[in-house]
């Protein structure tokens, strides 16, 4: 990871110094100063390659390294991608003699020719990630699995350097335009920048069988949030209808039983006039009644009517008698 980000930051760095101009806007003064930022960010470019390469097969030994014929396969591939990866590594550092001379290029000495070796390697990188993206096929194929989902996408998952290989096809055409052109700086721009994604999706796809317990973790943290958020959504939106419902009742009952106390009111109070109303029998008074008040001294089922004073003073002297 550490050599494909000091990568990036040289190639940055080389576009201060003449890489992606065009010919004509190329000067002297710019030609050593671009060979040797390309020279030096070429190195870790090779390293870069040779650590997601070597990291994927490796892998691959450690969950099929049981089965003898593919773990010599293996290093085969291994052996084979080191291999010409060092070969690129000395050509890059010892391609001149003495080494100065590949950005001072009128210094005496002698380089190399650079344009068949790049073709080369170019081809080299090509085949190398084409292998490495089908050996686990092989492998994953012959396992049993609950369902084919599961296979499809352990298949996936560890063929993933398959996406290297396209990247690199990409970059090795248009390098190899670059080599044969007339105007190699812009050229190298654009070479350069398929690099930076080549090495980068070699770092992402070596790591891709990593990202499964990370992937299930914020799935499930994903998962449980939506649940949590659906849960409390539908618990508002159900107090929100029975609170709207429990309002609209209590205004319906508002509405019927207001009229009907009222209609109950009137109704007693029409009740009570008519009873107001009603003529009022007074008892008739005789001469006799007025002049002399009547009380009855005696309880209501006594049969002795209400008599009057006289009367019982000559029943008293009645009984003396």
Known sequence: MLTVIAHAVLMANATYHGMGLHIWQFTPELNSEYYLWIGISSQFYVLSLAGFK???ILLYIQIFGVNRKFRIACYITLFYTLGYLFCNLLTEFLGCWPIQKKWHSDLPGHCIKTVYSNIAYGAGHMSSDLIIGI?????VWRLQFPTTKQKI???L???SGLIAWAVACVRWAISTYNQLTYDRPWWAGISFTFSIL???TGLICACVATFSP???HWTARVKSIASRASHSWHTT???KASWAHSSASKTIGQRSTVPRDIRSRDNDSLEDDGASQAPINTPSFTPSSMAMPTFSPVTPPDEIPLCDLQGLQALAAHDRV
């Open 237 to 239: 939106r159900t107090e």
């Open 54 to 56: 070597s990291a994927l």
């Open 157 to 159: 998952a560890l063929s």
């Open 135 to 139: 050996l686990p096929l092989t492998m």
């Open 214 to 216: 990370l992937l299930q």
């Open 153 to 155: 996408g352990l298949s």
């Open 198 to 200: 080549e090495v980068n």
